[in-house]
């Protein structure tokens, strides 16, 4: 399927596990986010990436992961869930500067609940 | 000081009114880009409207129009003639073109449109 998809969709999990949550886009984006939503922030941007292998921080990455391998996927590690990262968390990707350039295409989330 | 700033947690509008929904922001950075997101009660984020810092005339997507106002940092979102389908909260969010671009998000208006 075309588009930009996220897995799981819902996840419940302990307090000091490790979660990986997926993002894959179809589009060949170079730019690809994570946010996480929370009653009363809107969107807050965990990370980014601009290119395979190249991540940077957003406003509030403490406590998780993430890398690049290829530029369709983009996976975020929670390396020790806290109850604090319960949220749903959004996947988007953007393409460079041209022409949908305007354009940024979240995925459905994935709603998180650490226990 | 927040960069994007909604002062209406939430607004209740007549079908078949008209509703503003108020965004102001703050940057220094010239070229900018502004963008209203809906995001109805499934969950998903669908893009509305953009309006860039350079552009003259105020952007229009059918119902939708961005009434930009430069010198006051302003970027409302304007609804003509509500329907049911349009109770939503919606975001405003900024792009700042320094950088990589990242987008920056207000708490977001909780709309409820009432027959």
């Known amino acids: 399927d075309a588009g930009i998809t996220q897995s799981p969709r819902y996840k419940i999990t302990e307090t000091g596990r490790q979660v990986t949550l997926m993002c894959h886009q179809t589009?060949?984006?170079?730019?690809m986010f994570w946010y996480r939503q929370d009653l009363g922030h809107g969107l807050r941007l965990i990370y980014y990436s601009a290119a395979a292998d190249i991540t940077d921080k957003g406003e509030v990455p403490d406590g998780y992961v993430v890398s690049r391998s290829k530029t369709e996927n983009f996976p975020l590690t929670l390396e020790s869930a806290t109850r604090s990262q319960t949220s749903v968390y959004f996947c988007?990707?953007?393409?460079?500067?041209?022409?949908?350039?305007?354009?940024?295409?979240f995925g459905p989330g994935t709603r998180l609940t650490v226990l | 000081a927040q960069k994007i700033t909604q002062t209406q947690p939430g607004m209740f509008v007549q079908e078949k009114e008209a509703v503003t929904l108020d965004c102001t922001y703050d940057?220094?950075?010239?070229?900018?880009?502004l963008f209203w997101y809906k995001q109805p009660s499934s969950g998903e984020m669908i893009f509305l409207i953009y309006?860039?810092?350079?552009?003259?005339q105020n952007a229009t997507e059918g119902r939708y129009s961005l009434n930009f106002q430069k010198a006051r940092k302003s970027a409302n979102l304007v609804i003509s003639a509500s329907q049911l389908g349009d109770s939503a909260m919606y975001f405003c969010a900024m792009r700042e073109d320094s950088g990589y671009s990242t987008l920056t998000f207000g708490k977001g208006t909780m709309l409820l449109v009432s027959p």
């Open positions: 589009w060949s984006h170079s730019y």
């Open positions: 309006q860039g810092s350079y552009d003259q």
């Open positions: 940057t220094s950075d010239p070229s900018y880009g």
């Open positions: 988007a990707s953007r393409a460079p500067r041209g022409a949908s350039y305007n354009e940024q295409f």
